[in-house]
């Protein structure tokens, strides 16, 4: 049985940093495609970052710059590094396998992410 589990989250001010990780136990990462997904107060879930088995990345649009996504496939866990954090970045966030562009796992309890002006 698949567990993932993120970590990391916290409260910071805005122009903080926050390195999010996921480590995934029960099934090997190395050839999926894993995201980073938040969902905030009252609002859906969201996609903002990807990497590909091949490393390859996505970022939402606004987020390019600010977010970085890795992945250490000996370890079997995702990180996702959060520069000059804003607080519309205030969400909970998730990690989870994508497949065709959909979260294939279920959810993990999250890590919460907490920016104050």
């Known amino acids: 049985q698949v567990q993932v589990v993120e970590s990391g989250g916290g409260s910071v001010q805005s122009g903080g940093s926050l390195r999010l990780s996921c480590v995934v136990s029960g099934r090997s990462i190395s050839n999926l495609a894993m995201g980073w997904y938040r969902q905030a107060p009252g609002k859906e879930r969201e996609r903002v970052a990807s990497?590909?088995?091949?490393?390859?990345?996505y970022y939402k649009d606004s987020l390019q710059g600010r977010f970085t996504v890795s992945r250490d496939n000996v370890k079997n866990m995702v990180y996702l590094q959060m520069n000059n954090l804003k607080p519309e970045d205030t969400a909970v966030y998730f990690c989870n396998w994508i497949s065709r562009s959909i979260p294939q796992w279920p959810w993990g309890q999250g890590t919460q992410v907490m920016v104050s002006s």
């Open positions: 990497i590909g088995s091949d490393r390859s990345t």
